[in-house]
C-alpha cells in the first residue's frame, strides 16, 4: 500500500478512523526548493489526541539554528532525531523520530515531518505539520525520489498550522527506510505546488531507535 491509500486511514481525534478514498497524486509540477534541516522541533500535538501525543519540543523558526526544545533529544541519526518527553497525563514518556525543513527561498513554508508509535505500539504514525495559510482541499502530496506516492488530506488546523495524519503502514515504512529524498508538495494556490525536500539519511537507524 502506497501513501495514497494509506490516505483512508486518517487519525482523527479519538484515534484512528478511515476516510473513503483518496485522489491521485497531484499533476501540477512542483517548484522544486532547497530547504535545510533543522534539530526536529515541532509543536505538541494538541490535548484532544492523548493517544499518540508528540514530544513537546517548540517549531523551528526561519533563521535560528539550535532551537529551544523542551523535551530530550536522545539521539540523532542523519538528518532525524529521537526527541522523547512525557506529556502532561501521559503515564510514560513518548518518543518520537523528527525533522523540521524550511525552505531557504520561501522562509514562510516549512514542515515539521514527525514518526511516532501509538501508546498501545499496534499503529505507527506519520504526521506532517504545514504552515497556517496552505490550500486545504488540495491536501500533501508526497514524492520519494522522483516517484509519486499519493496525496493525503490535512485532518485538522490548530494555531501552529495544519496537520496530515496517515497510518505508516509497512510499504510506506520501507520506502522511507530505503529512500534517499522524499519531497512533501503543499500547495498556496491550486495551481502553485510547492515542493519541500525532506532528506531521508539516517531515517531506518532513526526509526529503529524509537523505543
Avoid at 538528518?79 to 523528527?98: F, H, I, N, R, T
Avoid at 496552505?134 to 509519486?148: I, M, Q, S, Y
Wanted: hydrophobic letters at 40%; aromatic letters at 6%; glycine letters at 8%.
Amino acid at each position: 500500500m502506497g501513501f495514497r491509500s494509506l490516505a483512508r486511514s486518517f487519525v482523527l481525534t479519538a484515534g484512528i478512523a478511515a476516510a473513503a478514498t483518496s485522489p491521485v497524486f497531484a499533476q501540477q509540477t512542483p517548484t522544486p526548493a532547497q530547504s535545510r534541516p533543522a534539530t526536529p522541533a515541532p509543536k505538541p500535538a494538541p490535548a484532544q489526541q492523548p493517544a499518540t501525543p508528540t514530544p513537546n519540543v517548540e517549531q523551528v523558526t526561519p533563521g535560528q539554528t539550535q532551537p529551544p526544545a523542551p523535551g530530550t533529544v536522545r539521539s540523532n541519526h542523519g538528518a532525524w532525531s529521537v526527541v522523547c518527553d512525557k506529556p502532561p497525563g501521559a503515564s510514560a514518556e513518548q518518543c518520537a523520530l523528527m525533522q523540521n525543513v524550511i525552505a531557504e527561498d520561501r522562509p514562510e513554508v516549512g514542515l515539521s515531518v514527525v514518526v511516532l508509535k501509538t501508546a498501545d505500539r499496534k499503529s505507527k504514525i506519520l504526521r506532517v505539520l504545514a504552515p497556517l495559510g496552505v490550500l486545504l482541499p488540495n491536501g500533501l502530496g508526497l514524492n520519494v525520489d522522483g516517484k509519486d506516492i499519493g496525496r493525503a488530506y490535512f485532518v485538522r488546523c490548530f494555531a501552529d498550522g495544519c496537520y496530515a495524519e496517515v497510518v505508516l503502514e509497512d510499504e510506506l515504512l520501507k520506502t522511507f527506510r530505503s529512500g534517499a529524498q522524499a519531497t512533501f508538495i503543499v500547495f498556496q494556490t491550486p495551481e502553485e505546488g510547492i515542493g519541500i525536500p525532506v532528506d531521508l539519511k539516517g531515517f531506518a537507524e532513526g526509526y529503529d531507535a524509537l523505543p
